[in-house]
C-alpha cells in the first residue's frame, strides 16, 4: 500500500499537472481492480455465502454497516459534507486489513467468506446511502425554507 502512495505523492509533488491528468484514470483502474477483486473471492467462496445467509449474519452487518454510516452522519456537524465523510469513515471498516489478518490467523474459509460478504455489503451501502443524503438535505432545506416563509 506504501509504495502506490509514495509513487503517487512523488508525481503530485514534482508534476502537479501530470498527477491532475492521471488522476481520474488511475481512479477507474483502481476501482476496476477492486471490483474484480471483490467478484473473484466471492466466486470462489459461494457456497461458503449461501451458508452464511440462511443463518443470518449478512442481516446483522447489514444492520452494523447502516448503524455505523448513520452514527457518523449524525455526529459530523452541521455541515453535509462533513456529515457525509464522517458517515462514510464510520461505515468503512479496512477489509484489506482484515483479510490480510483473516487469512494467515484463520484456517476456516467462512472467516474469509464474512469479510468477503461484509466488504461488499459496505461497499454497496454506503453507496445507496451517500446517493440519497443529497435527496434527503433537499427535503430538509426545503422545509426550513417553508418554516422561515410562515414566520
Known sequence: MLIPLGIGLLIKAKYE????????????ISNFGLILGLAVRLIVHFNEIIILLKTGVIFVYAIFIVFSFTVGY????????????????????NFAAALLIGTSNFDDP?????????????????????????ELDQVQQTQEVKQVEIS
Not at 499537472?17 to 477507474?28: E, G, L, M, R, S
Open 74 to 93: 449524525l455526529l459530523g456537524g452541521p455541515g453535509i459534507d462533513t456529515q457525509k465523510v464522517l458517515g462514510v469513515g464510520t461505515a468503512q471498516r
Open 110 to 134: 467462512n472467516v474469509v467468506s464474512i469479510i468477503m460478504v461484509t466488504s461488499l455489503l459496505m461497499m454497496v451501502i454506503v453507496m445507496i446511502l451517500e446517493q440519497k443524503l443529497p
Open 17 to 28: 499537472a501530470i498527477a491532475v491528468n492521471i488522476q481520474p484514470i488511475t481512479f477507474k
